[in-house]
């Protein structure tokens, strides 16, 4: 079956780094275009990054637009959130989503991973 595990998340620091993973099994994974996503308490959850099936375009938010780097490594099934330059304001639940490339209506969803920037 297909699975969507995030892995990554924890405590940053104002300013600090942290690396989010998803890792993909059950599915042709460079079939799918990937984003990441994220839900912060009481708002509604938004797109933060997406990345094409080759990974020859991105998609950013303006909030992370020059923090965050999505990246994908299909070789090994595996989709990558460099997360630099952390404000409190990133703090949320980050969801791996993965949509296939010829029918939007097939969707997968991670179990979500929480990030927490503080000091």
């Known amino acids: 079956q297909v699975q969507l595990v995030e892995s990554g998340g924890g405590l940053g620091q104002p300013g600090g780094s942290l690396r989010l993973s998803c890792a993909a099994s059950g599915l042709t994974f460079s079939s799918y275009v990937m984003s990441w996503y994220r839900q912060a308490p009481g708002n509604e959850r938004e797109l933060v990054a997406s990345i094409t099936r080759a990974a020859d375009s991105t998609n950013y938010a303006d909030s992370v637009k020059g923090r965050f780097t999505i990246s994908r490594d299909n070789a090994r099934y595996t989709m990558y959130l460099q997360m630099n330059s952390l404000k409190p304001e990133d703090t949320a639940v980050y969801y791996c989503?993965?949509?296939?490339?010829?029918?939007?209506?097939?969707?997968?969803w991670g179990q979500g991973t929480q990030v927490t920037v503080s000091s």
């Open positions: 989503k993965a949509r296939y490339y010829n029918n939007n209506a097939i969707n997968y």
